[in-house]
């Protein structure tokens, strides 16, 4: 409701991503498949992931496997791993250090991380086309706030919140009415 009753309204699709989708490794392709392709063949240009929680998780890895077709990514008071991986990152000091002590196949809550880190290390801005967005009492905030290093201050939004919806909500509409989103969303 509140992204139609903004300055310019958009297009938006929800999409139904249950766990099955994360279970099975097929989130992002099932999306690039259902969503963004027929969307792009109707003549749409920008994507904008937005993901809550979970679906933080997910839009990361969407533009992560996709890049070429999203523009940026809103994350709202993402799950970006366990406790565990966040630790050994802050340990490691750095994406890049923790990365080079990763041994074996990495986990989904390493890879997340790992987007990141791509994220850091791409030649092109990319970082710039995130916003993050959570409340400070949020469960995810100590992993929030490791990624709030990688993201400019103008695009981290912050409240006293938890993780629920009214923090979202006001979260959500904070960031509707930024100049990032509109950065974002209306640069062609």
């Known amino acids: 409701d509140m992204l139609m009753e903004s300055e310019r309204p958009l297009d938006a699709v929800v999409a139904d991503a ?4 994360y279970y099975q490794g097929v989130l992002a ?9 027929p969307f ?7 994507f904008i992931m937005v993901g809550t929680s979970l ?10 496997d996709y890049n070429e077709l999203v523009s940026g990514v809103v994350l709202l008071a993402p799950y970006l791993g366990k406790n565990s991986v966040i630790n050994e990152i802050e340990s490691a000091g750095s994406l890049d250090a923790w990365r080079s002590q990763l041994e074996g196949e990495p986990t989904p809550d390493d890879k997340v991380w790992l ?22 009492k949020d469960k995810f905030s100590e992993a929030a706030r490791l990624l709030s290093r990688s993201i400019p201050d103008s695009r981290l939004f912050w409240n006293n919140g938890g993780h629920d919806w009214k923090t979202w ?17 209306y640069t062609e």
């Open 18 to 21: 249950h766990l099955g989708y």
């Open 29 to 37: 392709d099932r999306v690039h498949q259902d969503i963004l392709l």
């Open 40 to 46: 792009q063949q109707k003549g749409y240009k920008r």
């Open 55 to 64: 679906g933080g998780y997910g839009s990361l890895w969407i533009n992560n």
């Open 115 to 136: 987007w990141i880190a791509d994220l850091e290390n791409r030649e092109s801005p990319e970082t710039q086309s995130v916003i993050l967005a959570v409340g400070k």
């Open 169 to 185: 909500r006001a979260l959500w509409g904070e960031i509707l009415n930024s100049p990032e989103w509109k950065e974002l969303v």
